[in-house]
Each structure stands twice: as C-alpha cells, then as structure tokens.
C-alpha cells in the first residue's frame, strides 16, 4: 500500500523558513515525478513545485527563488525548502508522487506565515 507521510509544517514569521519533508514507501519501485502542491482557504490547489529524476526542479513564478524542491530517488523522499516567506505562502502544503501512472497524495501539512 502506497503512503506519503510528510512533515515540517508551523508557524514561520514573515521572512522566516521552513523545510517540508515527505517519504513514500510501499513499493519496491522507485517513483516518477514527485513535487508538492499547496491549497490555500477557499481556493483550489495548486502545483508549487515538483521534480523528476535526475532533473531540475519545477516551480510556480510566486516561489522561483524562494523555494527549492529536491528529490532522493534511491529513498523515494521530496523535500521542500521554503525561505523568504511570505504570509501569501501560509496553506495546507501536499506531497505527491506519480508511480505506473498513478498519483498518490499525502494527508497534508499546514504552514503558517504570520507575525
């Protein structure tokens, strides 16, 4: 059974920074794409950045700069490393990973940017 369990979410001051952290296991595969998506109240959810194997990552034009997304596929772990933010961040953060044409979500780690 495939899980995404992350974490990192908080309370982070404007400016401040936090690393997000998420881990796939239940497949003896490794995973394709993996990244993470952010929804904020009342709005849908968006892709912030995502990355694939042996590549760059990919990121939305709010975050370029700010956020850097790295992916371990020997562990099947995305990591997001979120700087300089901002109270327009704050959002429930989801890992995703794509495997045999799947995408599989984690539950979802509030982030909080607020003085």
């Known amino acids: 059974q495939v899980q995404l369990l992350e974490s990192g979410g908080g309370l982070v001051q404007p400016g401040g920074s936090l690393r997000l952290s998420c881990a796939a296991s239940?497949?003896?595969?490794?995973?394709?794409?993996m990244g993470w998506y952010r929804q904020a109240p009342g709005k849908k959810r968006d892709l912030v950045a995502s990355?694939?194997?042996?590549?760059?990552?990919n990121y939305i034009e709010s975050v370029k700069g700010r956020f850097t997304v790295s992916g371990d596929y020997a562990r099947n772990t995305v990591d997001l490393q979120m700087d300089s933010l901002k109270p327009e961040d704050t959002a429930v953060y989801y890992c995703?990973?794509?495997?045999?044409?799947?995408?599989?979500w984690g539950k979802g780690t509030l982030v909080t940017v607020s003085s």
């Open positions: 990355i694939a194997p042996g590549g760059n990552g």
């Open positions: 239940g497949t003896i595969f490794n995973y394709n794409t």
């Open positions: 995703f990973a794509d495997l045999l044409g799947t995408r599989y």
